[in-house]
């Protein structure tokens, strides 16, 4: 007879990132490079997948440019206190993933910048993220997340 395997046995697969993982390896199913949900497959199709998207796959350089402005605007307990303050209703890592992305766009578009040095630095405080728009900022953050905060009703 077969062996089925379990969910658990299998993998998960990012479609984000275009790479497998196995359960240990993700946060609580989440991708551990861009923290997008991630969905159950089996070994064949982890390295069927794997092999076809090899040359689809996201660059590491990209992957690392995304992590290093992660960390420029979490840093200092700052995303933690967006996160608080807005009090929207999911998790910490997928609003981080989301407000990166937002700040992604914001770069792209022209209203962010992030300042990094030259060479790589041990001071943190080289490294930030300045806006030419900061109300940009604040719109598009509550444009974001408007259908994700948690209102409490009046008593």
Not at 10 to 23: E, I, P, V
Not at 57 to 63: G, H
Not at 107 to 127: I, K, N, Q, S
Request: aromatic share 10%; hydrophobic share 30%; with cysteine.
């Amino acid at each position: 007879m077969p062996r089925v395997s379990s969910t658990i046995d299998g993998y998960l697969w990012c479609d984000t990132c275009r790479r497998s993982y196995r359960h240990g390896e993700t946060e609580d199913g989440h991708c551990p490079v861009c923290h997008t949900d991630t969905r159950p497959i089996g070994k064949y199709q982890a390295i069927v997948r794997g092999l076809m998207s090899n040359e689809l796959a996201t660059p590491e350089i990209y992957t690392k440019h995304r992590q290093i402005i992660r960390m420029i605007w979490t840093r200092n307990g700052m995303g933690e206190q967006y996160y608080r303050a807005l009090g929207p209703d999911l998790s910490y890592n997928r609003f981080e993933a989301r407000v990166t992305e937002l700040l992604c766009r914001g770069a792209r578009e022209g209203w962010v910048r992030f300042v990094m040095p030259a060479a790589p630095l041990t001071d943190e405080y080289a490294y930030k993220v300045e806006f030419d728009d900061e109300t940009r900022f604040i719109d598009e953050l509550e444009r974001e997340f408007a259908a994700d905060v948690q209102t409490t009703p009046n008593t």
